[in-house]
């Protein structure tokens, strides 16, 4: 992502700071769904269930992130039907 241009009216490093912290940290609808369709369709397939526990992990952390919290049970629902 190029965010330069964002920079052009920042004059102290704490505004650049706030403009990226805005800017990466407001995703977009269309990145939540792919999270979601994401975890949705995430299958074991030939990764070891180490891989697999991972990337789950991984996603479930980045939905997290983006303030869309999965439950525990939701997770297992995923995880363990999904494979």
């Avoid at 403009?19 to 990764?47: C, W």
């Avoid at 269930?49 to 479930?60: D, S, W």
Wanted: glycine share 4%; aromatic share 10%.
């Amino acid at each position: 992502m190029d965010v330069l241009h964002l920079m052009v009216d920042c004059h102290t490093s704490h505004c650049v700071w706030r403009t990226l912290e805005k800017v990466l940290m407001s995703p977009s609808n269309s990145h939540i769904i792919q999270l979601y369709r994401s975890f949705q369709n995430l299958r074991q397939g030939d990764a070891s269930v180490t891989m697999y526990m991972q990337q789950a992990k991984l996603l479930f952390d980045e939905l997290i992130a983006v303030g869309r919290l999965i439950t525990l049970e939701n997770f297992n629902i995923y995880v363990f039907c999904g494979s």
